[in-house]
């Protein structure tokens, strides 16, 4: 089955640094790979969906690139703001029965410092 | 705030009750899903329809069962659970392609906060 790997230490950064978080996973190639935030409490929130085909995707100061040989994506926020403080989960598109299932990673904690 | 509504936010239940989580979305999308999620566990999905039609069951228990009556509604009824299913648990929505089966981005509810005594 596939098996997704987030890093589970927090990572902690300064205010105006680049956050880059990591997004391992193991078998087959997904259709797509998604990028969400979530906040204590709450559910996650949509940010980012990059397709198997595209190498890098940007929003805002969002972006996400998609390597399917080392099977990695990485997130980056840019110009980081205590604001962006967060879990970021990654979930990859997995085949199953004619159609794609969001299986989602543990999520990595980023906490930015003012 | 998103178009997925779920109510109660909060909820504390003996092992012997009998219970309903209600999810609705007000995006006229063709799917909705169940997951739970647990502290330090990722999120773990529970049931999918897809046009109103359960298409994953993964190996959830019995004493979940999931009620989807049309493409806006969907609940969860619990009965008999164990302090371990104790969680948050989520519902979502998306707009899936009928041709090639792939589900884009999902609109997450703000969840259902499950206590077990």
């Known amino acids: 089955s596939q098996k997704i790997e987030q890093n589970s230490e927090a990572l902690n950064i300064q205010e105006g640094k680049t956050a880059t978080l990591t997004c391992n996973y193991t078998?087959?190639?997904?259709?797509?790979l998604q990028w969400y935030r979530q906040d204590p409490g709450r559910g996650p929130v949509f940010l980012l969906l990059?397709?198997?085909?595209?190498k890098e995707k940007r929003k805002e100061r969002l972006k996400v690139t998609f390597d399917t040989t080392l099977k990695q994506s990485l997130f980056h926020i840019t110009a980081s703001q205590p604001a962006d403080s967060a879990t970021y989960l990654c979930?990859?598109?997995?085949?199953?029965?004619?159609?794609?299932?969001?299986?989602f990673g543990r999520g990595t904690s980023l906490i930015v410092h003012p | 705030e998103t178009g997925v509504t779920q109510t109660p936010r909060h909820l504390v239940m003996g092992m012997t009750n009998k219970k309903s989580l209600k999810c609705e979305q007000h995006?006229?999308?063709?799917?909705m899903y169940w997951y739970k999620q647990s502290a330090k566990k990722p999120l773990e999905l529970m049931f999918v329809?897809?046009?109103?039609?359960?298409?994953e069951n993964n190996s959830v228990p019995s004493r979940f069962s999931p009620e989807c009556p049309n493409s806006s509604h969907l609940f969860l009824h619990l009965h008999t659970l164990q302090p371990e299913d104790s969680a948050l648990y989520l519902c979502?929505?998306?707009?899936?392609?009928?041709?090639?089966?792939?589900?884009?981005?999902?609109?997450f509810g703000p969840g259902t906060r499950l206590t077990v005594t």
């Open positions: 329809y897809n046009f109103k039609e359960q298409t």
């Open positions: 078998n087959y190639s997904p259709a797509y």
């Open positions: 979930a990859l598109a997995v085949p199953s029965g004619g159609s794609y299932i969001p299986t």
């Open positions: 995006l006229g999308h063709n799917a």
């Open positions: 979502a929505s998306s707009q899936d392609n009928p041709t090639s089966g792939l589900s884009y981005e999902q609109y």
């Open positions: 990059i397709r198997e085909n595209e």
